[in-house]
Nanobody
Framework: QVQLVESGGGLVQAGGSLRLSCTTS????????VGWFRQAPGKEREFVAY????????YAADSVQGRFTISKDNAKNTVWLQMNSLKPEDTAVYYC?????????????????WGQGTQVTVSS
């Protein structure tokens, strides 16, 4: 089993930055594709970014390209989402998710393990 815990959310002004962390207990992240998703009130959960088990391949959604960066340290069993130049439309609950193996999945239905989420609020 994989248990995921997100942290680092909070309230920030537009243009500011936050760094979210996702840590795991149990099986190491070195075997898992990890994705970040977000869900705003009344909206569906949407893909933000993913990273391969080795960390060598990353991909981010067009809406966050150039502003958000996903990275990981397998020795620390931690994945980060660095969020810069935040906009009010980035306000959402952010979730990390994991799937055993390397998959370039952007649909939340393809991920097997989820954290509880962390709230990010960007004020204008």
């Amino acid at each position: 089993q994989v248990q995921l815990v997100e942290s680092g959310g909070g309230l920030v002004q537009a243009g500011g930055s936050l760094r979210l962390s996702c840590t795991t207990s149990g099986r190491p992240f070195s075997s898992y594709t990890v994705g970040w998703f977000r869900q705003a009130p009344g909206k569906e959960r949407e893909f933000v970014a993913y990273i391969s088990p080795s960390g060598g391949t990353t991909y981010a959604a067009d809406s966050v390209q150039g502003r958000f960066t996903i990275s990981k340290d397998n020795a620390k069993n931690t994945v980060w989402l660095q969020m810069n130049s935040l906009k009010p439309e980035d306000t959402a609950v952010y979730y990390c998710a994991a799937k055993n193996g390397w998959y370039s999945y952007r649909s939340p239905k393809n991920y097997d393990y989820w954290g509880q989420g962390t709230q990010v609020t960007v004020s204008s």
